[in-house]
């Protein structure tokens, strides 16, 4: 699969996950679909620092180089709320809030990813990410057997 297709597959599935959180009310629930959308973003997240950004950056424009910043800054963000998540009571007013702003902001950076700098990526051509997408999936995998082990 392309590295752009198992990207897009991983933002949908994600955006399912917060749905699902929506729906329910449940503590219990919302608790273990928290630990699965922590799990899929710090895997997904992963994969594209460590494998596609560099590759979009490798095209060596300034335009690649500015999108590729400003998804490392919002992944940090992104980061910043999963650390405080596990601290919050899914009982507690502020969960609620704290979801909102959490999948507001995945949805918004998912969107420019897709819409801007898989665009961009393109011109890596498709050989390249096809040979891409394989790498990533089997770095995602191994990040989730190791999370599962260590849980
Ligand atoms: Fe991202
Ligand atoms: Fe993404």
Known sequence: MKATDLLKKQHKEVKALFKKVDDTEN?????????????????????EEEIFYPA?????????????????????VVKLILAELPLVDPEDERFEAKMTVLSELVEHHADEEEKEMFKTAQKLGKVELESLGRHMEERFEAFCRRASEAA
């Open 27 to 47: 503590a219990r629930q919302r608790r273990q679909l928290l630990d699965e959308i922590s799990q899929s973003l710090e895997g997904h997240t992963l994969i």
């Open 56 to 76: 979009v950056r490798g095209l060596e424009t300034p335009k690649a180089e500015e999108m590729v910043l400003e998804a490392y800054e919002e992944h940090h």
